[in-house]
């Protein structure tokens, strides 16, 4: 079954710092990888997906993911930190083969101090 | 304007009364796809649906129950809700695979007592 998991459940941040949120997947064939946030009180939107094309991609809103094969890594970043990036962001899965299917990991609440 | 729909937005109801739970899409999407949101656990999904009678289980079926008998809409039912199935609701809709985009609803909050 497809995994993909988030390390840190939070994560706190000053206005204009690094935002680097992880995400590690576990599959023998990396799967299709996407990034979406959820804005209190909303659902979610994607904010961006790889889909084998370039490894490094850009999202709406400044963000950008770097997919590594090599470390089974998407990790999600943005060189500069706004107030209205605080959000939960969820990183999520679809295999190449089989299921087609999103799989979710459990989240980072993202919180951006001024 | 596309979208999903979820009604209703916030349900407070007791053990064992049934209750329904709409989605509906807008945008001629075939993929749809019930996840229920729960802290620490991230979106777990219940049912999907590739089209009109179409479904199958997700993740975490137990004590759920869909139809889609048309495109546009996907009602999730508990039939006999229970404390457990407290939760965040999303329905989500995509064109013809997941693996593209999947928009969702505005979530549907369930309170069982």
């Known amino acids: 079954a497809q995994s993909v998991t988030q390390l840190g459940s939070h994560v706190s941040v000053s206005e204009g710092a690094l935002v680097l949120l992880r995400c590690n997947y576990s599959s023998s064939v990396p799967p299709y990888l996407f990034w979406y946030v959820q804005y209190p009180n909303q659902g979610l939107q994607l904010l961006l997906k790889y889909t084998s094309a370039a490894t490094l991609v850009k999202g709406i809103n400044g963000f950008e993911a770097e997919f590594k094969k090599s470390e089974t890594s998407f990790h999600l970043t943005k060189p500069s930190a706004h107030m209205s990036d605080a959000a939960e962001y969820f990183c999520?899965?679809?295999?190449?083969?089989?299921?087609?299917?999103?799989?979710f990991g459990t989240g980072t609440r993202l919180t951006v101090i001024p | 304007e596309a979208q999903v729909t979820q009604n209703p937005r916030y349900l407070i109801t007791v053990t064992g009364k049934k209750l329904t739970v709409t989605c509906s899409q807008n945008?001629?999407?075939?993929?749809m796809s019930w996840y229920r949101q729960d802290p620490g656990l991230g979106l777990r999904q219940i049912y999907y649906s590739m089209n009109v009678e179409v479904t199958d289980k997700g993740d975490v079926p137990e004590g759920y129950k869909v139809s889609r008998k048309e495109k546009r809409n996907f009602p999730l039912i508990l039939e006999s809700p229970s404390p457990n199935q407290t939760s965040l609701y999303f329905c989500a809709s995509s064109p013809w695979t997941f693996r593209t985009e999947a928009f969702f609803g505005q979530g549907t909050r369930l309170t069982v007592v």
């Open positions: 999520a899965v679809s295999p190449q083969t089989g299921a087609n299917n999103l799989f």
């Open positions: 945008m001629n999407h075939e993929y």
